[in-house]
């Protein structure tokens, strides 16, 4: 059967889905895929998979897409972080049997993404792109599709989305957000953006952003005539979003937790679900935040939401007719709701913070932090001082350490280079000599293998030359290297 392309590939293989859920981190697992498409959801994606990790780790295969096949997760898309042509396919090859299509992330704005090179930090290299998804339409037997964030420049953007139309690329999701709105300085998405990809190209395209509530969806397709609209934030405050109800938090909860009895994930991933479905809940019960942090089962996680519930339900039985929510909430905080991400100014406000002389914005002030106050600490240090209430923030403390004299990260204190492990190794292997401090030995055990190889001829060992022979200094350093 040929591989169904844009319309027809939305129409017949996706359903012509139009409620999407979105690819996330560690958090569009199967369970709540499963719980979502249970509340309205008609397709979803997998998390971001690292394609060079899953094409070489069988484990990390199984773990995130070969588990337990489940056929209501269908339709269902692999999204693959990828820089590498060949590894972006080989991955996708191991993939296609197991989905309806494969999406190329190029929309992750985050430092990982930066350091590793990937996701929206590819959106300038668009020979690369196209190599990509060239050789992807070509060898996949499903369909390829891609996540963009836009440009600040409208035309520009509509240009990017041509171009990946025309390598390939079967549907276009576009995030109406540039890649440095993030976190705090998210701001708005701009539908004008998607709006004019969507007019430009002929394959099926995806909004993204904006999204907190049905009605927003509805607008979003009136506004920019997208086949679909894709929530992430949204979705986990409230995974019934697309149904048009704000359920009781707990009736979520538990759901979700009965779908991890049957299809098990990390739980680090379940606690984080539970801290979206409880937010507001949790800014009232500061406590029962802390129980959910340090839980370590998934009936330690089941315990604290039934504790959050039950003081739900004592708030609302002493509830005073006519009480409205407080904190300026739409709903009573054990109701599903969207949170809104407070921008720099109001996150500023909210943490006491002010701006400094030169109109810098920090957390705190440095000063207040050094002092080791942990009411003035970030949570996670707070919760390494809990575990070691010795521990000093103080940078002045901090021990100092000497340089590498080749690449900068600190030397062993008794090498004889001045040197870090890696410097050491490269040279002493290139010199034939050792070094003590790091336990490197590449000059005496070349001597012992010249000594056992002429005691076996009966001749006396001649000196030790720099260079040596090569086949025995070859095995000294595989040696070496079983022994590291």
Known sequence: MPKLRGEAFWRETLRSAHYVVAPMVDQSELAWRLLSRRHGAQLCYTPMLHAQVFLRDANYRRENLYGEACPEDRPLIVQFCANDPEVFVQAALLAQDYCDAIDLNLGCPQMIAKRGHYGAFLQEEWDL????????????????????????????????????????????????????????????????????????????????????????VEE???????????????????????????????????????????????????????????????????????????????????DVNRELKLRCQEEIANQKEGEKPKEGLPFFHWICQPYI????????????????????????????????????????????KLRNPNKSFDPSLKPKYAKCDQCGNPKGNKCVFNMCRGCCKKRAFKETAD????????????????????????????????RGDADVRETAVLKEAGDS
């Open 435 to 466: 070094c003590p401090g790091h336990g490197l030995l590449f000059k005496t055990k070349y001597e012992k293998s010249l000594s056992w190889q002429h005691s076996q001829r009966g001749i006396q060992p001649p000196e030790i030359s720099q």
């Open 129 to 216: 792109l196209q190599r990509m998804i060239l050789l992807a339409n070509e060898k996949l037997s499903v369909p390829i599709t891609c996540k963009i964030r836009v440009f600040p420049d409208i035309d520009k953007t509509v240009k990017y989305a041509q171009m990946l139309e025309k390598a390939g690329c079967q549907l276009l999701t576009v995030h109406g957000r540039t890649k440095e709105q993030k976190g705090p300085l998210a701001g708005v998405a701009s539908w004008e953006h998607i709006q004019a990809v969507r007019k430009a190209v002929n394959i099926p395209v995806f909004a993204n952003g904006n999204i907190q509530c049905l009605s927003d």
């Open 220 to 302: 979003c397709i009136r506004k920019t005539g997208v086949h679909g609209v894709m929530s992430a934030e949204g979705n986990l405050h409230n995974p019934a979003l697309f149904e048009g109800r704000n359920p009781l938090v707990w009736e979520m909860a538990e759901e979700y937790l009965e779908i991890v009895r049957k299809y098990p994930c990390p739980l680090s991933y379940v606690r984080a679900h539970l801290f979206k479905l409880w937010h507001h809940t949790l800014q009232v019960h500061q406590q029962l935040r802390e129980e959910l942090a340090k839980v370590k089962t998934l009936e330690g996680i089941v």
């Open 341 to 384: 991400r407070p921008g720099p100014k109001e996150r500023c406000r909210e943490n006491g913070d002010c701006e400094t002389e030169k109109g810098v914005r920090g957390k705190r002030a440095l000063e207040e932090e050094e002092d080791g106050n942990s009411e003035l600490l970030s949570k996670n240090k707070q919760k390494k």
